[in-house]
T-cell receptor
Framework: DAGITQSPRYKITETGRQVTLMCHQT?????MFWYRQDLGHGLRLIYY???????DKGEVPDGYVVSRSKTENFPLTLESATRSQTSVYFC??????????FGSGTRLTVV | GQQLNQSPQSMFIQEGEDVSMNCTSS?????WLWYKQDPGEGPVLLIA?????ELTSNGRLTAQFGITRKDSFLNISASIPSDVGIYFC?????????????FGKGTKLSVKP
């Protein structure tokens, strides 16, 4: 199916564990993004990528790692999860700044 | 840096009422986007505006690109329960990488049947 998919939809992990959130898009869009959404903060950009093998930090990158070896995939890894990383994470893709398409999100709880 | 200020932060309205919300910036934008986020889902693009003064409709939704290019407005007529959600405005991040958007913090809409 065409679109952008995130997995898992829900995840509970323990403090200190490494966890990877997956994002896959089928349009071959150049740009991909990771956001976190927290009450009172809106959408905050974690990392973005303009093309395969090109990534850059957003507003809140600390504690996160990304890679983009293939255009269609943009996984986000929390190297050592902390409670402050409990959030809803959204992946998005676009071909220009004329509009993103978002995934359905991953709700991550760190206990 | 660029910031988008949305108001109001939240609204509680009765079904059937009209809704107005706005987004302002200290910087000029050449594109304004409006997104809606349903509970438990990702934001979805509702309307895109590309020209100052432009007025664009999508069903009961109408958005306007302010003539100063520093603001945009979204109106919803005759609200229904499925209008519930968070509405975000967005515009290009001219200070960042090409292709990036910046988002307002959203207007949360609640509709009472």
């Amino acid at each position: 199916d065409a679109g952008i998919t995130q997995s898992p939809r829900y995840k509970i992990t323990e403090t200190g564990r490494q966890v990877t959130l997956m994002c896959h898009q089928t349009w071959s869009h150049s740009y991909m993004f990771w956001y976190r959404q927290d009450l009172g903060h809106g959408l905050r950009l974690i990392y973005y990528s303009a093309a395969a093998d090109i990534t850059d930090k957003g507003e809140v990158p600390d504690g996160y790692v990304v890679s983009r070896s293939k255009t269609e995939n943009f996984p986000l890894t929390l190297e050592s999860a902390t409670r402050s990383q409990t959030s809803v994470y959204f992946c998005a893709s676009s071909e220009s700044s004329r509009g993103y398409t978002f995934g359905s999100g991953t709700r991550l709880t760190v206990v | 840096g660029q910031q988008l200020n949305q108001s109001p932060q939240s609204m509680f309205i009765q079904e059937g009422e009209d809704v107005s919300m706005n987004c302002t910036s200290s910087s000029i934008f050449n594109t304004w986007l409006w997104y809606k986020q349903d509970p438990g889902e990702g934001p979805v693009l509702l309307i895109a505006l590309y020209k100052a003064g432009e007025l664009t409709s999508n069903g009961r939704l109408t958005a306007q690109f302010g003539i100063t290019r520093k603001d945009s407005f979204l109106n919803i007529s005759a609200s229904i329960p499925s209008d519930v959600g968070i509405y975000f405005c967005a515009g290009p991040d001219y200070g960042g990488s090409q292709g990036n958007l910046i988002f307002g913090k959203g207007t949360k809409l609640s509709v009472k049947p």
